[in-house]
């Protein structure tokens, strides 16, 4: 506030923006040279989206806390409508369909579900007492407003949606406060359900993508293909990389998707291990920000959305990096803000806009009273 | 224990920052091994992803190494690489693939069988690696489609190098041919370069055992491919090395003229250096044309060869085993001046000899002879007369050391040595005691002995020289040849009766050269191929069973300086069939233009030179049907 930069300006989230604009211009920078030293057809686009969904992010921050609380539940309901219209439609048009075509943008109802979950779960705990916590009126509702959307994706078949829901939830339910038991139990369980979900709930090439992770040089041209030419991509790159416009791991067209989901390996193979400590760092900018958003929030539901939506956007984070280093299987996630792809664009930033508006409105010690 | 845990809004918001904490930690704590996975595979692996990143960016073309020349001691080209037009497919590049096609069928005039070859290895091809549409064009072909490229995206004309031997059949026993790689050659070495398309190996002859030095080194072609195979650009390319040329002690123009010389006979011609053992000519005829082999071999071509009772496959001069006959006369001579026998003391011939109750008979009734006389007229009984005194055990050593039954270190990959037969042989061999008769067979070269006819040619040029000569084929200094170990005046008896065999009255008169101060001594043979039954002698009847013909020579006889030995198969005989082909080749070293006008007056009457003749005969033999040829024409 002194007085050169208008209040309104100055008002803004900078430090976040700072951060976003870093990974996005990076990301551009990278998916440039990705094209082969054109904007089209990627990099421009990226910017441009995100100048968009920036405009949007900043409108949704100016919403108080309790607008956001007071939708929550209309907006469960109404994605989980689209979900079931998604898949009647999909039924209808003979194959699988994960968007709904509005003309001028396609939506992708299980990829709003995800930020809708961490609200979802969040709005409950709110409402729940807080000596509920350890009851097993604490349990059942969360199961409830997991398993409706899970089966629909699942049915399309989208495993990697069904995980994403249930970490949201496993986040807001752990950060509520929660029993450490239950957490534990979950992790045994899962340990003996894995083999089972592997042999009778995993469709053949599901099965294999798990495989393939557990060795890819078994099948160096087929689904091995990817992990194979990433490590190739990052290994070859070094400490300083090959040099802007020097990769011809996804110049050649080695790389397969290497400007969505493997993005970070064409910008290893470029920028070296130097360019993905940059990246990372600057991940962990973004955590302790949204952290930090969530620490400083007044109000539970704040506390919860903010620390739910920030492990969301880590979880793409997660996934997308250990698989291009080869510690997780194949799975078609995209690198948070830096790949090209408007959907999870979208996603990430209905997450921002909404930590924003809890940054802008901590509310009071009784938020809902405010 | 459920009231004690009765939870407060400030116990869980107390919960909510320490588990925020956690999950702070767990998110850099999976940060941390993203980094450290990331470091490892860039910096420990480094090398490693490097190397696989760069096989995956450039795609490694081979160019064969152009094959080195065999040229002759006067450098003249045996074997050369001729530029042989191609035209290849690039499938990555083609856009209208039948059309394109169809355009290359008519500008090269391709047969249906090609046509179907060229869609089916363009259905299984892999982008950038080439389809051969043909090779071996001529330049108006090839250039044909040069001038269409515009018009025919995805063809690359190219030029490539194939072996070439303008000699034709006249040198295919003596050099060899060029052949693709087979299966098991490629199974033990599995080199890329066998199997690089137009790379050819020696598969006979001297091609075949100087390999190594003939192959050089492949140059390599490297471009940048996409993962889709579509090529970027050109890198730095290696040019081949080519391989080091080999100079022979061939002549190669008395050689080719030899070759002519044998015409329709079936047959050998070796001339040394007698002073120094090179070898001039080693022609052996009818021949196949390795330029064929080169090309790749025709099924009736293959059938033809095969079918042929001549055995164009066979090199006769070293791998064919013949009774030499008369021709070992002179060793026999030597053999015997070694023993003490005076050259004048004479025997009378009646025209046999009588051993028990057998009589030996001889060619002619020559009266009284001494030993020249015995060779000028190839006397038969003074050899079985004087062949008994002295016993084959004293006649046998005398053959070894002239070069008969001997193997020489020669880069041909296979040599026929023949026997030189002896008591202790005999015993060996048939567990049978040496008889007199065995004597009186093997000093006129028939019964047991055999020898080639290179093994003769090097007998005719240790005798003419009096040197220890040693065979060579490839041109290099060596150390002078030691004397042999009889004494002159024994070697002037023997080369005195040779030269009366041709300019005294003997059997070979009719082929003594045609030039001024230059004479040639030579030795007659005619060897049976079958005892001899009734009074036909062999010079009549079906041609497989008439004697061979034999001449072993040298000139000129005043310093002798060429030895030669020619053996006609089914000849009938030596002075008929082989000494008058002698008698032209060494004619052709002195004077080419006497030479010439005598071969082409023959080659007038036998339907034109080899290459004519081969043509002719192909050509009647077409129409036949034909069995297709193994891969490998050696086995």
């Not at chain 1, 939506?107 to 709005?123: D, F, N």
């Not at chain 1, 194979?228 to 300083?240: E, L, R, Y």
């Not at chain 1, 993905?276 to 109000?299: C, D, E, H, P």
């Not at chain 2, 052709?588 to 290459?611: H, K, T, V």
Request: aromatic content about 10%; charged content about 20%; overall charge positive.
């Amino acid at each position: 506030m002194n007085g050169i930069v208008p209040a309104p300006i100055a008002a803004l989230p900078w430090r976040v923006i700072f951060i976003l604009m870093a990974l996005v211009g990076f990301g551009a920078t990278v998916l440039y040279s990705a094209a082969g030293g054109h904007l089209e057809p990627w990099a421009g686009k990226h910017v441009l989206r995100f100048i968009a969904l920036l405009v949007l992010a900043i409108a949704m921050s100016r919403m108080p806390q309790g607008f956001w609380k007071s939708i929550t539940f209309p907006l469960y309901l109404l994605l989980l409508l689209l979900l079931v219209v998604v898949e009647l439609m999909g039924f209808v048009g003979g194959g699988s369909q994960r968007w709904i075509n509005l003309g001028f943008i396609t939506l992708q109802p299980s990829e709003l579900m995800k930020p809708a979950m961490v609200l979802a779960a969040a709005w409950f705990f709110d409402r729940l007492p807080p000596n509920r916590i350890y009851g097993i009126e604490a349990i059942w509702p969360l199961v409830l407003i997991l398993i409706l959307p899970s089966a629909m994706v699942i049915i399309q078949p989208d495993f990697d949606a069904a995980i994403a829901y249930a970490f949201g939830l496993g986040v807001v339910g752990f950060m509520a406060g929660l029993p450490l038991i239950y957490f534990i139990g979950a992790g045994a369980a899962l340990a003996v359900v894995a083999p089972l979900v592997y042999f009778f709930g995993m469709k053949a090439y599901q099965q294999d993508r798990v495989l393939i992770f557990l060795n890819p040089e078994n099948d160096p041209l087929g689904a091995g293909y990817h992990i194979t030419q990433s490590k190739i991509a990052i290994g070859s790159g070094g400490i300083f990389g090959k040099g802007f416009g020097n990769g011809t791991q996804s110049y050649l067209d080695y790389l397969p998707e290497g400007h969505t989901d493997f993005v970070f390996a064409t910008m290893a193979e470029e920028w070296g291990i130097v360019g993905g400590f940059f990246i990372l760092f600057l991940y962990f900018m973004l955590m302790r920000w949204g952290l930090n958003v969530a620490v400083q929030s007044k109000t539970r539901y704040g506390k919860l959305v903010a620390a739910g939506l920030t492990c969301t956007i880590f979880f793409y984070i997660m996934i997308n990096l250990l698989m291009v280093v080869g510690l997780a299987p194949v799975a078609g996630i995209p690198l948070p803000f830096v790949s090209h792809g408007g959907s999870s664009m979208l996603t990430m930033m209905l997450c921002v806009g909404i930590i924003m508006s809890i940054e802008r409105h901590p509310g009071s010690k009784h938020g809902q009273f405010q | 224990m459920k009231i004690e845990k009765q939870a407060t809004s400030g116990q869980l918001d107390f919960t909510f920052s320490r588990r925020a904490v956690f999950v702070g930690g767990v998110q850099a704590a999976i940060g941390l091994t993203v980094a450290a996975r990331m470091s490892y595979i860039a910096v420990a692996d480094n090398e490693k992803y490097e190397l696989l990143a760069e096989s995956n960016r450039v795609n490694l073309t081979i160019i064969p190494p152009r094959r080195g020349w065999f040229v002759d001691r006067y450098g003249k080209p045996i074997a050369t690489n001729r530029a042989d037009f191609r035209v290849d497919i690039i499938p990555d590049r083609l856009v209208r693939k039948d059309e394109t096609v169809r355009t290359l069928a008519e500008l090269l005039t391709l047969s249906t069988d090609d046509v179907d070859r060229i869609h089916r290895e363009l259905k299984n091809a892999q982008g950038f690696q080439p389809v051969q549409v043909a090779a071996g064009l001529d330049y108006e072909r090839f250039a044909a489609v040069s001038v269409r490229l515009p018009d025919l995206p995805g063809v690359t004309p190219r030029q490539g190098y194939s072996r070439f031997y303008p000699s034709g059949a006249a040198v295919g026993h003596l050099i060899g041919y060029v052949g693709t790689v087979s299966a098991e050659e490629y199974q033990r070495s599995k080199k890329p370069l066998l199997i690089t398309p137009g790379f050819k190996v020696g598969k006979d002859g001297l091609e075949k055992t100087l390999e190594d030095r003939l192959q050089g080194e492949p140059g390599a072609k490297r471009t940048e491919v996409t993962a889709r195979g579509k090529i970027i650009r050109d890198l730095a390319t290696r040019p081949d090395i080519p391989g080091k040329p080999v100079q022979l002690t061939i002549d190669i123009d008395l050689h080719n003229y030899a070759a002519r010389r044998l015409g329709l006979e079936s047959g050998s011609v070796v001339v040394f250096d007698c002073l120094t053992g090179d070898i001039l000519t080693m022609a052996s005829m009818p021949c196949y044309d390795p330029n064929s082999f080169s090309d790749g071999i025709g099924r009736v071509e293959w059938k033809m060869l095969n079918g042929d009772d001549h055995i164009p496959m066979l090199n006769k001069a070293l791998q064919g085993l013949y009774p030499p006959g008369s021709t070992l006369k002179p060793v026999a001579g030597l053999a015997m001046l070694r023993q003490g026998i005076d050259p004048d003391e004479t025997v009378v011939c009646n025209g046999g000899y009588r051993l028990g109750n057998r009589v030996f008979k001889c060619l002619g009734r020559h009266g009284a002879v001494n030993m020249r006389t015995a060779i000028m007229k190839s006397c038969n009984t003074y050899f079985y007369a004087m062949g008994r005194r002295i016993g084959y055990d004293n006649i046998a050593p005398v053959g070894r050391e002239l070069g008969l039954g001997q193997e020489f270190s020669l880069p041909f990959p296979s040599q026929r040595y023949g026997t030189v037969p002896d008591s202790a042989w005999k015993m060996r061999k048939y567990d049978q005691k040496w008889t007199e008769s065995d004597t009186l067979n093997a000093v006129i070269g028939q019964g047991y002995i055999i020898a080639s006819p290179f093994q003769l040619a090097v007998m005719a040029a240790r005798i003419s020289s009096g040197l220890h000569v040693q065979p060579e084929i490839l041109l290099k200094k060596r150390v002078a040849p030691k004397p042999l170990s009889f004494p002159t005046e024994h070697l002037d008896v023997v080369r005195d009766g040779m030269n009366l065999v041709v300019n005294g009255a003997g059997t070979a008169v009719r082929s003594k050269l045609q030039l001024e101060n230059i004479t040639m001594a030579g030795k007659t043979g005619t060897a049976q191929v079958r005892r001899i039954a009734g009074a036909q002698r062999g010079q009549s009847g079906a041609w497989k069973y008439r004697d061979h013909g034999l001449f072993v020579c040298f000139a000129p006889v005043a310093a002798p300086r060429y030895a030669a030995s020619v053996v006609i198969e089914h000849g009938m005989g030596g002075a008929r069939a082989a000494a008058p082909i002698a008698k032209d080749v060494l004619t052709f070293l002195y004077d080419r233009a006497q030479a010439m006008a005598s071969l082409e007056a023959l080659e007038a009457g036998w339907g034109g030179n080899i290459a004519q003749r081969m043509a002719a005969k192909y050509a009647t033999f077409q129409g036949q049907p034909a069995a297709p040829p193994p891969l490998d024409p050696t086995i």
